[in-house]
Nanobody, 123 residues
């Protein structure tokens, strides 16, 4: 069992940067890939970024490529999502999720989820 807790969300202005974190319980977190997803009001949950268990492999949605960076510190059981040049359309609840070994772009393939953290970008 893995428990995930997101933190770091908030209200920022367009063009600002923000870092959200996902901290996991469990001693085998380094064996899990992690994905970040987001859900805006009235919209479906969408893939944002993912990182493999070892941290070498990453993937990004086209909408955030070049602005967002995912990274992890397995010694601290934490995955980060660094968000630069934020836009109003980035406003959403951001969720982290994990699955064993390889990452996936699909929310349905993740086994464990956090409760989400709100990111609001004002224009």
């Amino acid at each position: 069992q893995v428990q995930l807790v997101e933190s770091g969300g908030g209200l920022v202005q367009a063009g600002d940067s923000l870092r959200v974190s996902c901290t996991a319980s469990g001693r085998t977190f380094s064996s899990y890939a992690v994905g970040w997803f987001r859900q805006a009001p009235g919209k479906e949950r969408e893939f944002v970024a993912a990182i493999g268990a070892g941290g070498s492999f990453t993937n990004y949605a086209d909408s955030v490529k070049g602005r967002f960076t995912i990274s992890r510190d397995n010694a601290k059981n934490t995955v980060f999502l660094h968000m630069n040049n934020l836009k109003p359309e980035d406003t959403a609840v951001y969720y982290c999720a994990c699955r064993f070994n390889r990452y996936s772009l699909y929310a349905s393939e993740y086994n464990y989820w956090g409760q989400g953290t709100q990111v609001t970008v004002s224009s």
